[in-house]
């Protein structure tokens, strides 16, 4: 069974410019969830989708972050504009129940110049 | 505000001898308690974790945690540490009517060496 996937692994962008990260879940798993670590600190939740439905985005930091989980499959995340604090590592997570372990991606490592 | 801990950011064991993560906790109601590892290169993969019952949980390779909810602990723990146990370990906590999002501590970098 393929675990959690995410691209890219990588991404350095300038203040400003514009960057989408992708993430598959496990198939078939209906909870998706987004957190970040920011220069070493805790692992921060971002948001959690059922579905195609934001269950909770309570942690988005700011309107600059979007995501979106269309059909229910696969989700984004865009930040628009990047600043210098958005850098940090991107993990991604999907559980077949609210309740169940859930797993997580190798993340994607942002880095804003 | 809710968090979790873990006061140390390194821990150096030799081989063979017994590890020790710390990890505490403050958070309202009964939380979930999980420990998870990430190796570099790796995400965070799933150990172990205690929702009721025996205050002491097994997991994968070996570990073990104490939950101790007079001090609001839930330290990780393995009785002899292997080289390969070296990695970044993170304790997390799911609070009860809050939905699945979990909260992290800061992670702990654990360092076993021959």
Same mark, same amino acid.
């Given at each position: 069974? #393929? ?8 991404? =350095? ?18 909870? /998706? ?13 971002? /948001? ?15 309107? %600059?972050?979007?995501?979106? %989980?269309?059909?229910? *499959?696969?989700? *984004? /995340?865009? =930040?628009?504009? #990047? ?9 991604? #997570? ?7 372990e ?6 994607? %490592? /942002?880095?804003?110049? | $505000? ?5 006061? +140390?950011?390194?821990?150096?064991? $030799?081989?063979?001898?017994? !590890? ?5 906790y ?6 979930? !308690?999980?420990? &998870?590892?990430? &190796? ?14 025996d205050?002491?949980? @097994?997991?994968? &390779?070996?570990? +073990?945690? +104490?939950?101790? @909810? ?5 330290? !990780?723990? @393995? ?29 702990? +970098? ?5």
């Amino acid at each position: 069974e #393929a675990g959690v996937t995410q691209f890219p692994s990588h991404s =350095v962008i300038e203040k400003g410019q514009t960057v989408t990260l992708r993430c598959d879940p496990i198939s078939g798993h209906d909870n /998706l969830y987004w957190y970040r670590r920011v220069m070493g600190k805790e692992i921060k939740f971002l /948001l959690h989708f059922v579905k195609e439905s934001k269950q909770d985005e309570s942690g988005m930091p700011n309107n %600059r972050f979007l995501a979106e %989980r269309t059909g229910g *499959t696969y989700s *984004t /995340l865009k =930040v628009q504009p #990047a600043e210098l604090e958005d850098s940090g590592v991107y993990f991604c #997570a999907s559980s077949g129940g609210v309740y169940n372990e859930q797993f997580f991606g190798p993340g994607t %490592r /942002l880095t804003v110049l | $505000a809710q968090s979790v801990a873990q006061p +140390e950011d390194q821990v150096n064991v $030799a081989e063979g001898n017994p !590890l020790t993560v710390k990890c505490t906790y403050s958070v309202s109601g009964n939380p979930y !308690l999980f420990w &998870y590892v990430q &190796y570099p290169n790796r995400g965070l993969q799933f150990l172990l974790k205690y929702i009721t019952g025996d205050n002491l949980v @097994k997991g994968s &390779y070996g570990f +073990e945690a +104490e939950f101790n @909810k007079s001090q609001t602990s839930f330290h !990780l723990k @393995k009785p002899s540490a292997l080289v390969s146990d070296s990695a970044l370990y993170f304790c997390a906590v799911r609070v009860p009517g809050q939905g699945g999002k979990l909260i992290f501590g800061q992670g702990t +970098e654990l360092s076993v060496k021959p």
